[in-house]
Each structure stands twice: as C-alpha cells, then as structure tokens.
C-alpha cells in the first residue's frame, strides 16, 4: 500500500533532504526528548533554520524506519503536539505549513494507516479541515505536505458514523446552488485525484473510504463512475488507484451493478499503449476485484489441503496424516453460476502474465490466484491450463516470468492438484535454466528467480509423498542454479528455496550438508560459487553428472565470456570426480562444438577442452587420460589449432577471441603432459599461434600468449627423460630476433613479457644474448623515445631472468649471463631506468619505467646476497 503515502524520493523530491536510513538498534524510542523538542521550536521565522530543524527532525525518525512500532510509546503525543499547531486560531498561515511537514515525515515512517488512525477525527473538525483543504492551492509545490495530510486526515473524519445530511444547515429544497458536504467533500476528491504529484495517492484513499459509505453509495458512487468513464484519454494514477480501493472495500451487493460497465471501462484502459506502468497496474488490479466481485466470497472445497501447514509439526517424528485432494469443507455446489464477464476477466488477467512491465505480470498473477479459488473445480483446472500454455517456446520471456508467478501463487493456495504436478514440474525445470541474450540484452534473470519461487511454494503447498517422484530432478535444478547461475539474486533465490524443501520437505539428498555449504552468504560470490561450493557438493554421486551436464550444455556456449571461462575452470575441478564420464560423453561433445558457426561455442568448447584435459592430471594414475581417450579423440585433440587455423578462423571479427582460447587449449594440454612430442607439424603450428599472438595490439591476447608459453616449454622442449631438445635453441632464437627487429611497441612488449615468462633451462648457451637484447630493449633511442610501456616490459623481463635463473652456474658451466659483464649490464640498465621522466599526454609516464627499475634492483640485490655472489 505505499503507493498511497509515497515513497522517500517523493518526499526528497518536495524540499525534503534524502532519508539515509539507518537500522533501528535500539530497544526504546531512544530520541523522544529531542523530537519533542525540535517541535517545541518549529517556526517560520528563519527559513534556513526551519529547514535545518526539519532535516534533523527526518533524521532522528529515519533511524526507527525498520522497526517504526517504537515510535508508538510517543506517537499519539507527536500528534497532538503538531496538530495542536495547526488548529490554534494564533498560528501563522506558514507556521502550519511547517507542522504538516513534520507530519508527513511521522506519517512515512510508522505508516499512513496507523496515523490515520490517531488523527482527532470528532465531528466538530470536518468543517475545518474541508474548508482549509479547500483553500490550498493545488499548483503550488511548497505546500504539497499540507495538501497530502489534510486528504489524509479527511479520510479518517468521513468514517463517522451520522449520515452526513445532518451536518448541512439546509434541507435539499432549501438548497438553491449550495452545495452539500457530500459535494464539497466529492469535488476535493475528483479534484485530487487528477494531481500529478503524490497528493493523488491519499485522495485516493480518502475517496474510496468516503464512496463505500452507505449514505453516499447511492447518490454520488454512480455519478463518481460516470465521471471516471468520460475522462478524456488515459485515465490518471489517483482516478484508477481510487476506482480499485473502491472495489476493495465496497460491499459486493453495492458493488455489483456497477461490474460489467467498469470492466468495460478497465478493458479499454489497458489497451493504451502509451499508459504508464503505474495506470496499467491499477488497471490490472481492478479488473481482478471486478472478477471477485462477480464472484460470491468462498473458499475452493476442491483444493489440495496438506495435511500440515507447520514447519515445526513438519519436525517432529510423528505418524504421518493422510493427505488427498479432498477437503473437510463443504461439498461442491451443484448450483454453482459463473457470470459470463468471468471469462473476460480471467482472459485480461491471462494476458496480463505477459505484460512487458514485472509490477503488472506480479498483479495479475495474484489475481488468478484470488480468482482461482473461488471457483469451481473444473473451471478452476481451465485457469491452470492456460496458465501452463502461456509458457511455451513461442512465447516471450515475459509470458514465462508471469507464468512462473501465476503457477506459485495457485500451488501456495492449494489450487495446483497432484495430478498436474507431470505437467508443470517439467516446465519449472525448463524455467529454471532459462537463459538468452536478444539483442544486446540478457533475459532470463527474472523467469529463473520467479521459478526459484515455485519451488519454495511446492514445499510449502505439497506433502513429501506427493513430490516424492520429483524430488531428484528438483533439488539437481536447484543446486546448478544455485552455484552456476551469472545472477546474485537468483543464486541466493535457488538457495532459499533448496532450504525450504529441505526443511519442509526433508527429503532432498544430502540436504543439510549441502545448505550448510551453499548458504545465503557463501553462493553472493560467484567465484566461489562456481569453483570451490560446486566442487563440495558435486562430491555427493546425486549431483555431479547434473553439474557436469549443465555446464556443457548451458554454460560453455554462454553469451558472457566470463561464464564460459567458469565454465571451463569448473569443469577442470569436476574432472577427477568423473573422469571416465569426462573421457566418453564431455570431451566428444565439446570437440564437436569446436567446429560451431557461433563464435560463442567455438571459444567455450576450446577453452574447455583444454580445461578437462588439465584436469585428468589430477586423477589417480589408473585414470589416466591416455587409458581413458581412444585414438580417435586423441588425434581429433592434436589437430584441434591445425583444423582452426585452416578455417581462418584467427582473421576477421572475434579472431582475438578465438587466439585466446587456443592458447589457453596450448597451455593446458601442455600441463596435462599430451603424449604429442613426435608429431612436429603439430608442434609447430602450436608455436606460430604463440609466436603471432605476441604481436597482437589486444593485451589480452599478448597476455594468454605469455602464459602458454612457458608450460608448452618445459613439456615440448624436452623429451620424455627430460633431456632438453633442439626445439629450445630454435625457439629463443625466434623470440630475440623478433626483439632486435621490433617496428611497433605493443610487439615490443610482448615478446619482451615471453622471455621474461622462460623457464631456466630455456637459457642454456644463450643467456648472454638475451642479457644483451633486453637490455637494448631498454634504452631509449630516437625511434623509441616514447615508448615507455616497451622498456618498463624489458626491465621487468631482466628482473625476472634474474630470479629465475639466480646466480648458480647451470650444469653446461653458463656463467656468462652473470660474472661479470652481463651483471654490470643489468645493474647499468636498472641505474639508467631511474632516470626515465618521459612525458606524454597521459602524463608522467616515464614514472612506469622507474618503478620497474626499482623493483628490479631489488630482485637483483636479493638474488646475488641469498647466493653469496657480490660483486
């Protein structure tokens, strides 16, 4: 009901500062005496301290926002002291418009219907406040707080229970053009509910208290409707909230003779395609209390009824009670009628589910719900089907999101039977792993998390024994979206819900164990979700093929490379819980979609490949990949880059996308220690991808580049034994020509990086040459002056081939990298580094170059003292 009062940036939007709410820790209403006293001295004479005053005064009361019955202790007294304010005949037209502010602040916070409440509402003050409501001025923004709780004040003085004639001084002959206070108090209403600002959300309130009078009903609530009907185009907020309180809390025999020409005009109201979400929604609701109001108030006798509604009862070891469809309540009514409209309103509500706007799909969801169990079984069972086929693959995503809310609300009403659990079950599942991008937006967030609340209805509408037969396909769901779904909220939706069925239910696998583990806190980090909760739960037999399988059916061709990257990690964690089910079913399936069209599934599949396969060095040794892949497989893994290459598939758009996961495959099949050492074609091709990729301009590229390359070294640079073999000369050959013969910088850096990423062995023979490379690579020239991110690259390579190669001489006697030219070289370079101020437009960014400089005379240092070898 906040759209009666209004929200807090309605009230920062009218002169009032931001509420910065803070929970309530405290046990009492702590501020009473500094409340009282900021109204002690509210006053207009300073308007710079009255607004300091009434910003305290917000602030004070915002504390208590979360817990506001505090306030009640305090409250009838912080109303009449204010009131008190504005009916003293000494106080000053400003001096009221203040105390109102004050008012509207106590109102927000403990609620509009508990002050409204509390308001005086005697006799004696109808006249008053109608009359000084009638005075406002309804365009003027600096009194909008007066205007809001004088209508909300009013709509707790037309409560009193006299016929309002008694209270003009005039009998209806005697009336001659004046008007009655019925009228008076209509006109403000009608004149309210029109206002663009939040005055229209207590004009609406006080309308729909004011018509549902039984003394105003008959001579004014038809004129009311007419009224409503002849407005022009789309109908305002205020006129469409007070039609539906209206209907709200109307009785349904006044009521009844006004359905059909109200559903009429309702209908129409929805088919403006240029109505606000907030009109749609009113239209929404209206056309549901319209249904009910066809419809005599009753309680479905055909619902399923569990035979307890009590967790706690749901706990103790007791003699389980039978539960049916059937009912203790009364039998069915033979007799029953249904009003034709009833198919209309059923059919809006229907459509409803597939409005683009969530708050309209969750009213009309709702409203089936209420509709639903008033009626009959049979059309009851009508209503669910064509729930059931508004969710279908022709449909918009909306339609499924509305579908799921509408199929929770009946099964939390009982109005889902047992018997359409075959039916909706599956279309749940489907929902939970719903997941698209159209266009350039993601869709399926909201129908996953209203489908997580299917579920938590089940475990509260239905017995164990009933979802017995779904319970494993339930809780696999469950689980996968709660440690693989890209959203927070639906991780955290699908962890509640798993509680609830564990708790309700008891009958999920291993459920303890697994809430304990996949808990509220723990699944809001998807890192963790995906890699280290995945792995804890996939340990219990249940789970882990349903893991396995989402991930390669769902996750590695994902639309955000971030998942399908996850993807491929989880996948390398789940290998040793599976391998013989990695080996037969996951790695065909993923090499298939290596030669997809869509470029999302060939780089998911790659880099997942190359995952698994880094995986399987992690299983016992009986499981080792070379017993488990065939021949087949194996050749099909090796000539995965050849094949890649000869599609042309590094060129053109996403050519950077795919060299990543390439390399990634590279460096993982290098880790994975793949029998390939004889098959130099392969080998080969494998280290021009590298090669190239280190000219890339995309640093990402650069960057995979340079982590492959090391692993592919120190397993396809030596043999078996680990003898080292030519390859390693050949290669580093490579990579210091292509530094000495440098024409663009990002190249520069990349090649700098690589050498720099080596391990020791790759020095043999060679280390004064690379000394000597990176070191020019440093130097600033007449071609490189600005190229600062080159040479910072360079001196970082030189600090790491000192860490790595350390000051011990390797076992070919190789002392020439370090004693003792090529040690002066180094410390020289680092020296000179120091003194780079090289300024461009983005500033001083020689300050890179010094840094590297710094960190690498530290490294330098460290190294010849941990080794003894100063020079």
Not at 250 to 273: E, H, V, Y
């Amino acid at each position: 009901m906040s759209h009666i009062l209004g929200s807090a940036e309605d009230l920062a939007s009218k002169d009032l500062d931001s509420l910065d709410y803070v929970a309530c820790t405290k046990e009492a209403f702590t501020d009473a005496d500094e409340v009282f006293r900021l109204i002690g001295e509210v006053s207009d004479a300073d308007s710079v301290r009255a607004e300091l005053q009434l910003t305290q005064f917000t602030k004070l009361l915002s504390q208590y926002q979360l817990q506001p019955h505090l306030l009640d202790s305090h409250l009838e007294k912080i109303l009449h002291r204010l009131i008190g304010i504005v009916k003293d005949g000494q106080t000053s037209v400003d001096l009221k418009h203040e105390a109102f502010k004050y008012l509207v602040v106590v109102s927000h916070v403990r609620g509009y219907k508990t002050v409204a409440r509390m308001l005086p509402h005697e006799v004696s003050d109808l006249e008053p406040v109608l009359r000084m409501l009638m005075e406002q001025d309804a365009g003027n923004v600096n009194t909008w707080a007066t205007r809001h709780m004088l209508l909300l004040w009013l709509s707790i003085i037309v409560m009193m229970p006299f016929h309002m004639s008694k209270l003009d001084s005039f009998t209806a002959s005697e009336a001659n053009g004046r008007k009655t206070t019925m009228e008076k108090i209509l006109d403000v209403c009608k004149q309210y509910l029109s206002v663009l600002d939040s005055c229209h959300r207590p004009a609406a309130f006080l309308t729909s208290r004011f018509l549902t009078r039984s003394d105003v009903i008959k001579p004014h609530l038809g004129i009311f409707f007419d009224w409503a009907n002849k407005l022009e185009g789309n109908p305002p907020a205020g006129v469409m909230a007070a039609v539906c309180w209206i209907f709200k809390h109307g009785k349904r025999d006044d009521l009844l003779p006004f359905a059909t020409p109200m559903l009429r005009w309702a209908q129409k109201c929805t088919k403006g395609d240029q109505m606000f979400s907030l009109t749609h929604k009113f239209a929404m609701k209206l056309i549901q209390r319209i249904g009910l109001t066809y419809l005599k108030p009753r309680i479905a006798p055909w619902r399923y009824q569990r035979g307890s509604r009590s967790l706690a009862d749901n706990l103790k070891t007791v003699e389980s009670v039978e539960n049916s469809a059937e009912s203790t309540a009364e039998p069915e009514d033979e007799d029953f009628e249904v009003p034709d409209e009833l198919e209309e309103v059923v059919e809006e509500l229907i459509q409803g589910l597939r409005h683009t706007d969530l708050v309209v799909r969750w009213s009309a969801a709702k409203g089936l719900g209420r509709i639903t169990v008033r009626l009959p079984k049979e059309l009851g069972d009508e209503v669910v089907a064509s729930v059931l086929a508004v969710m279908n693959a022709r449909e918009v995503p909306h339609a499924w999101h509305g579908g799921c809310l509408a199929l929770a609300e009946l099964g939390r009403r009982g109005l889902l039977l047992p018997s359409r659990l075959p039916e909706v079950v599956p279309i749940v599942l489907k929902a939970l792993a719903f997941d698209e991008k159209r266009a350039n937006l993601p869709v399926g967030a909201v129908i996953r998390d209203s489908a997580c609340y299917v579920c938590w209805a089940f475990a509260r509408a239905f017995d164990k024994d009933v979802l017995e037969p779904y319970i494993n396909s339930i809780a696999s769901a469950l689980v996968v979206v709660t440690v693989f779904d890209r959203e927070i909220n639906c991780r955290r939706a699908a962890s509640a819900a798993f509680q609830e069925n564990v708790g309700r239910q008891g009958a999920f696998p291993h459920g303890l164990d697994i809430i304990t583990t996949a808990d509220f806190f723990s699944v809001g980090i998807r890192h963790n979700a995906f890699l280290e909760i995945s792995v804890q739960i996939a340990q219990f037999e249940e789970y882990t093929l349903p893991l396995i399988d989402h991930l390669l059916q769902k996750k590695v061709d994902h639309w955000d490379i971030s998942i399908r990257e996850l993807a491929a990690k989880a996948l390398h964690k789940l290998t040793p819980l599976a391998p013989e089910y990695m080996a037969k079913i996951v790695i065909p399936e993923l090499l298939r979609l290596t030669s997809s069209i869509d470029l999302h599934s060939r780089h998911g599949s790659i880099t997942a490949v190359g995952e698994v396969l880094a995986g399987f060095s992690k299983c016992p040794q009986e499981k080792e990949m070379t017993k488990l892949l065939d021949d087949a497989t194996l050749t099909e893994i090796r000539d995965l880059v050849t094949q890649i290459g000869k599609r042309h598939q590094f060129q053109g758009m996403g050519g950077d996308l795919m060299r990543q996961a390439v390399l990634s495959f590279i460096k993982n099949a290098s880790i994975a220690k793949m029998p390939f050492h004889k098959h130099t074609q392969t080998l080969e091709d494998w280290q021009k991808v590298m090669i190239d990729s280190m000219k890339q301009v995309d640093p990402q590229t650069r960057t995979r580049s340079v982590e492959a390359l090391p692993a592919f070294c120190e397993h396809f640079c030596k043999d078996l034994e680990g003898k080292i073999l030519p390859r390693q000369s050949t290669l580093i050959t490579i990579l210091l020509e292509a530094l000495s013969n440098i024409q663009a910088e990002t190249t520069r850096m990349g090649f700098c990086k690589a050498v720099g990423a080596l391990p020791r062995f790759m020095f043999e023979g060679v280390s004064a040459s690379v000394i000597h490379t990176l070191a020019k690579c440093s130097e600033i020239t007449a071609e490189t002056t600005k190229w600062t991110e080159s040479r910072r690259d360079a001196l970082l390579a030189l600090s790491a081939v000192c860490a790595t190669a350390g000051t011990t001489p390797s076992a070919q006697g190789d002392e020439s990298w370090w004693y003792p030219n090529q040690s002066a070289i180094v410390f020289h370079r680092f020296i000179d580094g120091l003194n780079d101020y090289t300024r461009d437009s983005r500033g001083d960014v020689g300050a890179w170059v010094r840094e590297a400089s710094m960190s690498g005379l530290q490294v330098k240092i460290l190294t010849f003292f941990a080794d003894g070898q100063v020079h």
